[in-house]
């Protein structure tokens, strides 16, 4: 099972885990009630004014920010309840979550994350339907008998970084001789709180090797000695130290297995090396790779970004007093990922080509003056890059289609192009980013995995020979009765925005469908970090569809579609092509009959609550509903609890920085005496990046404000962090409310409550 709008991983920060039995859900049912309960309590208005550049800023509800406080305790929990016997009052729900529940049963297993390994050896996460959670699995050959490696329930985790929900695996990385293999685990949705345990692969046991304070961005990498690696931590903050020293200052650290971790030693990262300075700010990190002598180091956003600053030294110099970096590319080079294959860099590059090229450059002497493009840039998009023992392999999206290129190593070498069994999209595989797996791709192993999906057909795993040319079904993911989505079609438009530029929107409706404008519909977008919005595919959605229900996604301005030049275009000063790219394509459908206000609702999860935010403060009226996941409407207060999002979107310190935030507020746009429209609100009470009282503020000000009559909703996960809950039974409630929601919203018969 496969949302990743409803997951929030758009970021890619780790492979979701997300499936659970169906039967532990049922166990925690919301009891039906067909009738609305009382309204909610309305919060204080305590306003608080700050100035910025003369200009004053009221803020009605700033005490909210203190989680702490009983009396914001207590108002939480009261909306929490209220949204949660709302949710359980509408008829149609425990019918849908039927339905969903058993479209979800009809998954044998879900492959989550998948390494390809020397020996024929295959490594992945995988979710049994009987069973709650992702766990690593290894097997030897595609038919070889599967072995259960490390479940991570079993997993003992600290004192201090124990969370609430279950734990859950984030990243895995095999030692380069398959002795040991190195699992971050994330405890009860808590990013900030992930630990690194190593696992003995052929006993299962664990080492005893136990790293705490560690993030999902700690990712280890082995070294040639296959008894150490490498790895990310964050600081040890003083109890005085603000919220947002929290992810400062990163370090990546030595560990040799059978040592203490509190005396393991700073490789790289902010002050570590004499001649390298690293911005406060930024993550530093090092990647390793089995076959190389080379070893990277990267400095970089710790969340999505187009670029980092390369460095590279001797794998066997790492740990050892003045290790020889030596600069690759800085961050003004625009260089986004590198490839090694012997003493051959691949770069990938947007510099003076927003859809990117492939450079090539000597890692002995790696002067980006002398490189010689490989894989040069045309229409297409080149998303990313793999080496493989025989090839690199390179992911281009073409007008929305995904596409796989092989460049063979050597001098005048002829770029091929691999041919897929359907278009859709290809997925990248990134459960080891230290190594690059882009998806599926081992310097050891010849040829490359493929993730494939469309919007109505499910992903499977390919695998591509580069003997025979061709691309097989590897079998590892089960089939299904509903793979295929045979009564849904898709069609792919590009809508004029407000300034004329063509915003390509993707729309899946049932075949059969009339255009009348009844047809209830959901509208998505994310638009930040340069993402793409390719073909998702999800079993649970024939619910949807099954219902009359069209699945839109409008590929704004701020995402990758186009490449660096389309992100540019809707981040910082610019964000406000993203929402009103969004408001243009909830208008081509409402023109074109596929849906009306009355019918559409809007959609955006994490950096997309600003889109959806901003679209209903200046166009109320083109919704009925909207649903925002762990949104961030007050950018301006963003900044005071985290830092990681200023490169994307900017900050106050400046008066254009300051008004572009302002611009991107959702919170201080919204008016009193206005027809809102209504709104269902997410938030994980663990969520270290986006903070709850993001959600909590902005459902305080629209209950106030609104004069339509319609809910506005707060649904929180106590043990859930920025993805919130990671098992099944979690992911299909909050499918089933958010569904029951909009069809409440949309008058659907059969949701109906009594009042």
């Not at 040890?236 to 929290?246: F, G, I, K, M, R």
């Not at 795993?461 to 003997?467: C, E, P």
Request: charged share 20%; hydrophobic share 35%.
């Amino acid at each position: 099972m496969r949302a990743a709008r409803f997951l929030l991983c758009v970021l890619c920060l780790a492979p979701a885990p997300l499936v659970a039995h169906p039967a532990h859900f049922r166990v925690r049912a919301l009891s039906a009630n067909t009738s609305l309960p009382p309204s909610p309590p309305r919060a204080p208005v305590r306003p608080v004014t700050d100035t910025y550049y003369g200009i004053k800023i009221t803020d009605p509800y700033r005490y909210m920010e203190n989680l702490d406080d009983p009396e914001v305790q207590s108002w939480i929990k009261a909306q929490n309840d209220y949204t949660r016997a709302v949710l359980a009052s509408l008829p149609g729900r425990q019918q849908l979550l039927a339905r969903i529940v058993e479209l979800g049963e009809s998954i044998a297993a879900d492959i989550g994350s998948m390494l390809r390994l020397p020996g024929d050896v295959y490594l992945y996460s995988k979710h049994v339907a009987t069973e709650d959670i992702y766990k690593l699995y290894i097997r030897k050959g595609l038919t070889g008998t599967e072995r259960l490696l490390l479940d991570p329930e079993r997993i003992t985790i600290a004192e201090s970084s124990r969370g609430k929900g279950k734990n859950a695996i984030g990243s895995f990385s095999p030692s380069n001789d398959l002795k040991y293999v190195a699992v971050t685990i994330i405890p009860g949705g808590s990013e900030d709180n992930t630990e690194i345990h190593i696992i003995e692969i052929a006993s299962g046991r664990e080492t005893g090797d136990v790293i705490t304070r560690c993030c999902v961005k700690s990712y280890p990498a082995w070294l040639p000695d296959n008894h150490s690696f490498v790895y990310g931590r964050l600081q040890t903050l003083p109890p005085s130290a603000p919220t947002t020293e929290v992810r400062q200052k990163y370090r990546t650290y030595l560990h040799v297995l059978g040592t203490d971790p509190a005396k393991d030693q700073a490789v790289f990262g902010y002050g570590v090396v004499p001649s390298i300075e690293v911005d406060p700010r930024l993550y530093a990190s090092i990647r390793t790779q089995p076959d190389s002598k080379y070893a990277l180091g990267v400095i970089g956003l710790p969340i999505a970004a187009p670029n980092s600053a390369f460095y590279i030294a001797a794998v066997d110099s790492i740990g050892k007093s003045n290790t020889p970096w030596r600069k690759v590319a800085d961050l003004s080079d625009d260089v986004a990922d590198i490839a090694i294959h012997g003493d051959d860099l691949y770069l990938l590059t947007f510099k003076n080509t927003p859809r990117y090229k492939i450079i090539h450059l000597d890692a002995r002497k790696p002067d980006l003056s002398t490189a010689e493009t490989i894989v040069p840039p045309g229409e297409a998009v080149i998303e990313d890059m793999a080496a493989a023992q025989d090839a690199l392999y390179v992911r281009v999206l073409d007008s929305g289609i995904g596409r796989v290129l092989r460049v063979p190593y050597g001098a005048g070498a002829q770029v091929e192009k691999v041919a897929l069994p359907f278009e859709g999209a290809v997925f990248p595989f990134r459960p080891a980013p230290p190594q690059g797996a882009a998806f599926g791709s081992d310097p050891r192993v010849p040829g490359t995995l493929l993730l494939l999906n469309s919007w109505t057909k499910a992903y499977k795993i390919y695998a591509y020979d580069q003997t025979t040319r061709q691309v097989s079904d590897t079998k590892l993911q089960p089939s299904s009765p509903h793979d295929e989505f045979a009564d849904v079609e898709t069609v792919e438009v590009k809508v004029p925005s407000h300034d004329g530029t063509l915003v390509p929107l993707s729309i899946a409706r049932p075949k059969k469908m009339k255009l009348d404008g009844l047809n209830p519909t959901l509208l998505y977008g994310y638009g930040a970090y340069g993402v793409s919005q390719g073909p998702e595919f999800d079993h649970t959605w024939l619910a949807w569809y099954e219902r009359g229900g069209v699945n839109a996604t409008c590929h704004v301005r701020g995402g990758g579609e186009y490449g660096e030049e389309w992100h540019q275009a809707g981040k910082g000063p610019t964000k406000p092509n993203t929402w009103l790219d969004f408001i243009a394509c909830a208008q081509y459908l409402i023109e074109k009959k596929y849906t009306s206000p009355s019918h559409l609702a809007g959609h955006g999860a994490s950096m997309g609550g600003i889109m959806v935010g901003r679209a209903i403060t200046d166009r109320p009226d083109l919704f009925a509903a909207v649903l925002v996941d762990a949104g961030v409407p007050d950018m301006l207060r963003a900044e005071t609890t985290d830092l990681i999002d200023v490169p994307e979107v900017g900050n106050s310190k400046t008066e254009a920085g300051f008004k572009a935030l302002y611009a991107m507020s959702p919170y201080y746009f919204v008016k009193d005496g206005t027809r809102y429209p209504a709104a269902l609100f997410t938030a994980g009470m663990n969520d270290s990046r986006l903070k709850p009282w993001q959600s909590a503020k902005m459902v305080a000000r629209l209950q106030t404000a609104t004069t339509s009559g319609k809910a506005v909703l707060l649904y929180l996960d106590y043990t859930g962090g920025h993805d919130m809950g990671n098992t099944a039974a979690e992911y299909q409630a909050r499918l089933a409310n958010s569904w029951s929601f909009l069809m409440w919203q949309f008058g659907e018969p059969d949701f109906q409550p009594h009042r």
